[in-house]
């Protein structure tokens, strides 16, 4: 006779699978009741759609996510007075998903906070070089966004792209990537991020640009048309076209812009920002076009490059600049640099006389010794001696920044 306690445990157990099988089927049936339901959503929507495809969403092959922060202190000796302290600060946000061969898409968001550093006082305007700072609080961090773009591309002979974009001009414009720069600071007429003080340097619009090899050379071109954010009536487009000799390591290139500077819709000040000797925005708007060459050369420890432009603005006196840049890694680590500015800013109203007045010519001189110990941290300090345009007074002023890439 069997054991009772043992009929008991098989009779719970076969009990038990059967429950067990019950609630499996019944969790089946929920997911075959769902999955109609989706199936029958997905008809309903490519019926209203007219049969078009939907766009898949999260379905980047690749997603990538970088940035790096930056930060400038800087010591300011003036004809008059000194000043030393926090200039500015950054952190800057690189998102691009990449969703087939041709497809991608890239974003830059970025913050920062600046504290002026002005070469001259706009209070004191008859009193030469007495820098100072113009306060700033971190709790109101400013946002910018310097490239939002789509890109379509087909090889290296063709790529479209479209959106927030940076213009082809000027060494340090097309470099763009911050912790890159060997010398810190901007040339004196790109100093202003992301402005147009004699090129854009950005635009909202589209471009497309590609290279064609020619044996061990290749010729580079950038085509680009859109508006600036502050003036979205107003079209501007130009043009880069550029020959590399590879076994030189020599590219020479030439540029042609035109568009529309915009007055400010607040009356500017007559004084500039970031260390720079002039306003960030010009009082009187105007029609331009300009020209100009650039060189990039880079061969073994040396590298070199070099840009000049001419811009003719209508009814005021022209723009003039150029700027030449050499650096030697005299160690794996190690670079030093020297860079000369030249910048003519033509004329604007001046608004202490509420006439139009030449705004003058400023030149700089800039010794550089940069410090790289390892390939995500950059160490500079750069010596900058600025001659003030209209005046013979000048302006010495020592820069330490560091950025670090991630």
Known sequence: MKNPLTISVAMLAVAAMASAQEGVQAEIDALKKRVNELEDSQEKNEEMLGGRALVQAFSARSLDFGGHVTSLFTYIDGESDSEAGHMVSLVELYLKARIDDHWSAFATPGFYTFNGALLDNPATPFVAGDPLFVADDISQAKTFLSRLVTEWRNGDALVLRGGVLGTPHGVTNREYFLPSRIVGQANLHARYFLTNTLYPQIVEGASASGKHVLGQNWIEYDVYFGAEDNSAADGIGGARLGYTLSDFGLTVAANYGRGTREATAAPATNF????????????????????????????????????????????????????????????????????????????????FTTTVLPLGTSTEHVFGLSYNPNDSVRLRLDLHHNNLPGSDDTVDYLNFSWSISF
């Open 272 to 351: 500039g920002i970031l260390q720079s000797p002039f306003a960030p925005a010009f009082n009187l708007g105007r029609d331009y076009q300009f020209g100009g060459l650039d060189f990039d050369y880079r061969k073994g420890d040396v590298l070199m490059r070099s840009e000049a432009y001419y811009s003719a603005e209508d009814g005021f006196e022209d723009q003039r600049a150029a700027s030449i840049e050499g650096s030697w890694f005299f160690q794996p680590q190690w670079s030093a640099s020297y860079r000369f500015d030249f910048y003519d800013r033509g004329e604007d109203l001046n608004l």
